[in-house]
């Protein structure tokens, strides 16, 4: 039977991220000092060698710095504009991963993100095995009249609904 805090999590990430949602990702928390959640790996997110795949890596790191850039200027419209990733040990089908964004710099106009993804123990969070460094630099405060497709015009009230401000 499915928990109350993991089915909040569960809607928090359809509301919030879709494609994390189609992967399994799950938040933890989301404030402009920190985003950071969970994902058990399926074969939804592994390359055909039933690993990680290094694009879902990339979809995690550049998705939780926005998240947290947007929360982090007002919840105006962000864009990222530069994201590079190291891939340093492999996780594999039915591993659990751990992701956390933080904020490097955040200014008027550009912010940088530094985002980590450990492989867990589910047993012992604490025991972790870091297997991805992420850094994305994300261009902010952008005005939302820019051509926003309506879908998207409310994004800033989901995530002030899920924001530990």
């Known amino acids: 039977m499915e928990n109350k805090t993991s089915s909040f999590a569960k809607l928090k990430t359809i509301d919030l991220d879709v494609p994390l949602h189609t992967i399994g990702f799950e938040f933890q928390d989301i ?3 920190k985003v950071s959640g969970n994902l058990h790996l399926t074969q939804k997110c592994c390359q055909p060698y039933n690993m990680l795949h290094g694009g879902v890596s990339a979809l995690i790191a550049e998705a939780l710095a926005s998240i947290g850039a947007h929360v982090a200027c007002g919840y105006k419209r962000v864009v990222g504009v530069q994201l590079s990733i190291n891939h340093l040990k492999p996780a594999v089908i039915g591993d659990f991963i751990h992701a956390e964004a933080t904020p490097l ?61």
């Open 31 to 33: 404030s402009a000092e």
């Open 105 to 165: 710099t955040v200014g008027k106009s550009i912010q940088v993100w530094d985002v980590r993804i450990w492989k867990i123990n589910p047993s012992n969070s604490q025991n972790r095995l870091l297997i991805a460094s992420s850094r994305v630099t994300i261009k902010s405060n952008m005005p939302m009249s820019m051509s926003v497709p309506e879908n998207v015009k409310d994004a800033g009230d989901w995530l002030k609904k899920h924001a530990k401000l």
